[in-house]
């Protein structure tokens, strides 16, 4: 961080530099006040860092080399207990939690506008400026692992997570609105079918057919999903890609309910795969 090293232990946190003999402590804070008790996580991204906390969930902290000081400025508004983060931008992170959820968070405001104490007030955790909630989406395994790469030769950026469990799992970005409302509906009616619901002619569910439930968590998918925080702005893969699965009827039933044929749908998720390299 800046030539110098920046380290955390229990709330305080601390920059140190290397000196001749041992290690000198140049700027410090106590996060105590601040709401952070037991800090698991560092990253940084130019004069920010992002500090995670074991039950405070994550906050931007600000360095300031004119005063060489630390300045919380931004926190968030639901107390996550942060395992791993990493950082996306310079205004976005993204953290897994204890509970198994994989949240993206992002910095509101520009840079200037923190430089300058927008939104804050004085000391008080409350008078912070608070992250937006970009995407949440429970995993089921506590993620002890966040990385952004290439995975495959060729394949596009994506992001990471790794399980105690041993479960790993790529988010991948959707890049167009008409793939974010086409995915966005399969995922739709295909929870439908895997729920037993059958489909009418405009894509809606008008009874339980209990033959057919195929259901993946033995409990509402949506639901499961929304673990601790309800499920936002993420397409669930595994939902999607449980259209090979299903009967040759069934495949019709959707296709016909979103206007395409079945070779198309199938093309379009092995594309969305074949991007990250699979």
Known sequence: FQGRVV???GDELGIYELGKLQMLRKSGLRMEEHGITNIVDIKSSGFRLFVSDIRSSVQIVLYQADSNSLVPVVDDCINRHITRGF???HDTIIVGDKFGTVTVLRNPVSNLEIEQGHGRKGNNLMDNIKFDMLMSFYVGD????LFRGQIGVGG????VYGGINGTIGVFSAVKTMKEVNFFRELEKLMRNVLQGMKID???????IDESR???LAERDILKFRSYYVPKRACIDGDVVEDYFSLDDKTKSEIAKALERTVPEIEAKIVEMKGRVGY
């Open 156 to 159: 596009e950026d994506a992001v």
């Open 142 to 145: 506590v993620i002890v692992g």
């Open 201 to 207: 002619e405009f894509g809606q569910h008008d009874s």
């Open 7 to 9: 380290l955390g232990f």
């Open 87 to 89: 950082v996306l931008d």
């Open 213 to 215: 439930q195929l259901m």
